[in-house]
């Protein structure tokens, strides 16, 4: 079992970065790839980035890629995603989930999840 708790959202302006993290439970952090996907009301889920287990690849979904970072502390059991140049439509809850099958842009492929932290970006 692993539990995952988010945190660090909030509000930004426009061209602003949050950082936001993750935090697990469990000795088996590093066995997870981990994943972030967010949803804005009225809108289904959406992948936005994801890292295997070792830390050493990464996924990012195009409306992300370049702006925003994904990466891990097995050491701290933490998944960070740094957010840099953030615009109005990435403002959604942002839930980081842990899983160990393919394809990581999927959420099928997570198996827990967190309870979301909200980000707001304006304009």
């Known amino acids: 079992q692993v539990q995952l708790v988010e945190s660090g959202g909030g509000l930004v302006q426009a061209g602003g970065s949050l950082r936001l993290s993750c935090a697990a439970s469990g000795r088996t952090f590093s066995r997870y790839a981990m994943g972030w996907f967010r949803q804005a009301p009225g809108k289904e889920r959406e992948f936005v980035a994801a890292?295997?287990?070792?830390?050493?690849?990464?996924y990012y979904a195009d409306a992300v890629k370049g702006r925003f970072t994904i990466s891990r502390d097995n050491a701290k059991n933490t998944v960070y995603l740094q957010m840099n140049s953030l615009k109005p439509e990435d403002t959604a809850v942002y839930y980081c989930?842990?899983?160990?099958?393919?394809?990581?842009?999927?959420?099928?492929?997570?198996?827990?999840w967190g309870q979301g932290t909200q980000v707001t970006v304006s304009s």
């Open positions: 989930a842990a899983g160990d099958t393919f394809p990581y842009s999927r959420a099928e492929a997570y198996d827990y």
């Open positions: 890292i295997s287990g070792s830390g050493g690849t990464t």
